[in-house]
């Protein structure tokens, strides 16, 4: 079973979107630490080409969709803590599962828990935890076409704004990003991923352009009809 996530919804990009399909929890979050090991005791491969198992990416990805109830400091808190137990979920895996076929999902999950805390936290330590991660897979020529547009993407998301604000070259980092992708398996993903950051940052004759390019081409995938259809929310 292949599991898959759309970034942008954890970029932020369209939170309603990610509301509809996460949800709020009220439920009181474990210990980290505990769950971290409880997590890597459940998992442990029989030998290091094993394929991580589906069981263990669903946990990654609850953790990375659930929202906590409300809007105050404690119910954030407990959103940056699931992140960083993310983090610790797949180094857990890739130490376990070190050369996994499927490995490349764990790292997609891991780019966005990443990226939520580089955002949420603001701070050297997190905006350089997510570019080291960044700089791994990118460098990682057993990574897929699909982790490798995910990582690229984080990186043109965080170099396209600051605070939220677009960069004076937003538009040029976006362009570049999708160009580096456009020739590749990726493309259709690439082409949302630039539509969606170009919504986020109002440059709307970038949107209308890659919206098009999607329209025209790629209506076949379900990925790009997910989208699209967050650009319509």
Known sequence: ?????????????????????????????????????????????ASPDDAVPDEALREMVNLLL?????????????????????LAMGGALEKAFAHAANLSQVHRLMLQAADF???????EASIAQVNTLVDRVLGDDTADAETKVTADFVRTMHRAQTAGQPAADAAKQIEAFVD???????AGQAYGLGASLAN?????????????????NYMDDPAVLNYLRALKD
């Open 1 to 45: 079973m292949r599991i898959r996530i759309v970034l942008f919804c954890l970029a932020g990009l369209t939170v309603t979107a990610c509301d509809k399909e996460a949800g709020n929890s009220s439920a009181p979050s474990r210990n980290p630490a505990e769950l971290v090991e409880n997590f890597a005791r459940k998992y442990v491969a």
């Open 117 to 123: 805390l580089a955002r949420a936290r603001q701070d």
């Open 180 to 186: 580096r992708h456009k020739n590749t398996p990726s």
């Open 66 to 86: 659930q929202r906590p109830a409300g809007n105050d400091e404690d119910s954030v808190q407990r959103r940056v803590e699931n992140m960083d137990t993310v």
């Open 200 to 216: 986020q940052l109002k440059l709307t004759d970038l949107r209308a352009q890659y919206v098009k390019v999607l329209q025209e």
